[in-house]
């Protein structure tokens, strides 16, 4: 879920923890339904590091894998 508004989600620090708090919950709503999960979203490693502290913390046996793209 992402919420629009006149500052991009990315920039407030208000909307982008609410919205890797979403996508945590509703990633933990899949993966406990058996689903696989791709999340395709620019992340910082600290917020990487957050997100899979919560899901750890939620699910157990789960692999969070992470890919990091080079600057070009």
Known sequence: MVIGGY???WESE???PL???NIADLSINFVQANKNV???YVALPVEVE???HKIYTEVKNV???CCFM???
């Open 7 to 9: 500052v991009q989600q």
């Open 14 to 16: 208000e909307l982008l």
């Open 19 to 21: 919205t890797w708090e």
């Open 38 to 40: 791709i999340i395709d």
């Open 50 to 52: 957050k997100f899979s």
């Open 63 to 65: 692999e969070v894998i």
């Open 70 to 72: 080079g600057g070009w």
